[in-house]
């Protein structure tokens, strides 16, 4: 799926490199949008939707802001984080400074990490600004790597003990300076033009001692020349620009207002790959082994209108792919200097979405449509209503959406030490359905549920086997085609509220939430046929209340239950994740109008024993029961 900050995507390269190491502190976003089906066509071609990070915009009530937040937790946990704000005639400012760092519960899970942002708005006129946001983001952390569940020779066995190491010199690093120069104009009440300007730099390096396999720590007194004595080390750098332009126009049409939003979206990657070997086990650099160029042009025009014919919207939308990706070998010494490999794709994809809302019952409108200039990027689904409306409101929604998943660089070319790429691989593509009804009946209730089934045809993922040799190896492949059906329900109930009258309680809020997914996916073609796709369990709960008087106390119980899944395409017995039920208890209370407060939490309040993830050299346990607490102060 797409990830995104203030419109702007923050994968590591967004088609070449897909993979995602940053994200903004939570500390400093405002709020995050889902934005899915066929209105993430406006933000990209990718079959998950998209995420987007929006974040905090100077306060216009003051000239100076200050916020610090300092905690405390287990295994020598600490992280501050301060920001400052405020407006000044026509200039504001934005700026946080983020520190985080634990030694963690195993040997080598230590990490540290430095982020820091500064945001400046410019309001030109009354109706014009420009926005220029700077990032700077460095981390480090040791990877203590993997455990088994399946007993074998030098196997470190999770069910004896879950919080053994078994790679004492594993490291990675990564670093990103991202800068990005928006301009907002406001032609009228019914007409935005947006343009962002971007572009940044980031590096991403590892070590990671070789030898050992799923579950074996390499041998710790390893003979000089064999495998353990030495470590691959790998240095990705990625020099990204582009240029995003779109405009948002409300119009008249058949006694109502209709609303067109469309725009241009320009892309340029640059990616250098460079794997060495380290000739022991903990080298920061080694002998140059493979050394390969990465380039991607990417551009897109892309269209969105919704037909507003009373309590009834038609929704189509549209968006239309161009992308150029190739990956030149500079050096590989396991093939002759005119060996080196080189290859280019090039596709062209036009892809389509039709959304479809009626509002079945709906209150007293509060604000006259359409909505306001600004969102239409900040819509999070393409049959969301434009109209601000009291309650009650309830409506059906619908959705039909094409989405395109291209191959990355990786995919084009083995870049890997031992990787393999079908040399036939095909792009994914997905078609999706969505049939849901939503609403708030009650001023205490909101509710939605819908049904979706979505077939994703050529779906890559890695198949992994053993040679003639016994030794282990991954293969990355289209897997087949595979399809989704299941059922997303969510709602929020104010109980308070409830019991008095429909109005607020003078004793506070508390809200029960639940939200479940139930998924029934299968792959229908290809290699993996009949197994479950990777991270697909049956069912996802998240479940909880929080109970919040004023501003001043805030408590909340937090659950998480998952199903069982797998960790590969053809569903190997190690790669096999069991489920879990994972609780989690915030508290906060602030004195003095908010100016100060205090803090604290447990997460996994009842110490599951369950994993993280599974990786390729063994399973990563979960973080068991930890405890942090912490001080806030404002003025």
């Not at 280019?344 to 809302?357: E, I, R």
Request: hydrophobic content about 35%; proline content about 5%.
């Amino acid at each position: 799926m797409q990830i995104l900050k203030d419109g702007v995507s923050i994968k590591n390269e967004q088609f070449g490199f897909p993979e995602t190491h940053y994200a903004p502190t939570l500390d400093a976003v405002e709020r995050i949008e889902v934005i899915r089906a066929g209105a993430a066509l406006q933000f990209g071609p990718q079959p998950g939707g998209a995420i987007n990070f929006v974040t905090k915009m100077p306060r216009t009530d003051a000239q100076f802001h200050f916020e610090t937040k300092n905690a405390y937790g287990t295994d020598e946990f600490f992280q501050n984080f301060t920001e400052i704000d405020g407006t000044v005639n026509q200039f504001g400012y934005y700026a946080y400074y983020d520190h985080r760092q634990r030694e963690g519960f195993r040997e080598n899970s230590d990490y540290q990490l430095n982020a820091g942002s500064a945001k400046l708005v410019y309001d030109l006129t009354s109706d014009s600004q420009l926005i220029l946001t700077i990032d700077a983001y460095s981390e480090e952390h040791g990877e203590p790597g993997g455990l088994t569940a399946v007993p074998a020779p030098g196997a470190a066995l999770y069910q004896v003990d879950r919080n053994v190491t078994t790679r004492f010199f594993d490291r990675f690093r990564f670093e990103r300076y991202y800068g990005v120069l928006e301009y907002k104009k406001i032609f009228s009440e019914h007409t935005e033009l947006d343009i962002k300007a971007f572009g940044g730099y980031l590096s991403r390096y590892s070590k990671r001692q070789r030898g050992g396999g799923f579950g074996v720590a390499p041998d710790p007194n390893p003979l000089p020349g064999s495998a353990a004595s030495t470590n691959d080390i790998q240095l990705r750098e990625d020099y990204t620009q582009g240029l995003d332009a779109r405009m948002r126009h409300d119009y008249p049409l058949a006694g109502d207002f209709s609303t067109i939003t469309g725009g241009v979206y320009f892309y340029h990657a640059l990616q250098d790959r460079d794997d060495q070997r380290g000739l022991t086990p903990d080298a920061d650099s080694g002998v140059p082994r493979r050394f390969n160029t990465g380039v991607s042009w990417n551009g897109s025009i892309f269209a969105e209108n919704r037909f507003q014919f009373g309590r009834f919207s038609v929704v189509p939308g549209a968006r239309i792919e161009f992308l150029q990706q190739s990956l030149s070998e500079k050096l590989n010494i396991t093939k002759p200097a005119d060996q080196l490999f080189s290859r280019s794709d090039f596709s062209v994809v036009p892809l389509f979405a039709l959304g479809l809302d009626y509002v079945v019952v709906e209150g007293e409108k509060t604000t006259s449509p359409p909505a306001g200039p600004g969102e239409a990027k900040e819509m999070k689904n393409v049959a969301s209503p434009t109209t601000s409306v009291g309650v009650p409101r309830v409506e059906l929604y619908g959705t039909v959406a094409q989405a395109y998943r291209p191959r990355t660089y990786g995919e084009l070319v083995p870049t890997s030490a031992d990787g393999v790429v079908n040399g036939n691989l095909k792009e994914g593509t997905s078609l999706q359905f969505e049939l849901g009804v939503r609403g708030k009946p009650l001023p205490y209730l909101t509710f939605d549920v819908s049904g979706f089934y979505y077939t994703f045809n050529d779906q890559v993922g890695e198949i992994t086997g053993t040679n003639a040799d016994g030794v282990s190896f991954t293969t990355t492949e289209n897997v087949g085609d595979a399809r989704f059906l299941g059922l997303e329900a969510a709602t929020e109930l104010d109980v308070l509220a409830l019991f008095n009258g429909g109005s607020q309680s003078p004793y506070g809020q508390f809200n029960f939430y639940g939200n479940v997914t139930l998924l029934d996916a299968e792959f229908t073609a290809g290699p993996a046929d009949g197994f479950t796709p990777s991270y697909a369990p049956n069912y996802l709960v998240k479940v909880g209340g929080i109970y919040r008087w004023k501003d001043v106390v805030k408590v909340g119980l937090l659950g998480t239950i998952v199903d069982d899944t797998f960790a590969d395409a053809n569903n190997t017995p190690e790669r096999f994740i069991p489920s879990y039920t994972v609780w989690d208890l915030t508290a906060e209370v602030n004195f003095c109008h908010g100016r100060v407060g205090v803090f604290a939490g447990i997460n996994n309040l009842f110490n599951e024993n369950f994993y993280a993830e599974i990786r390729d050299e063994g399973i990563v346990p979960a973080y068991g029961r930890n405890y942090y607490g912490g001080l806030s102060l404002k003025f």
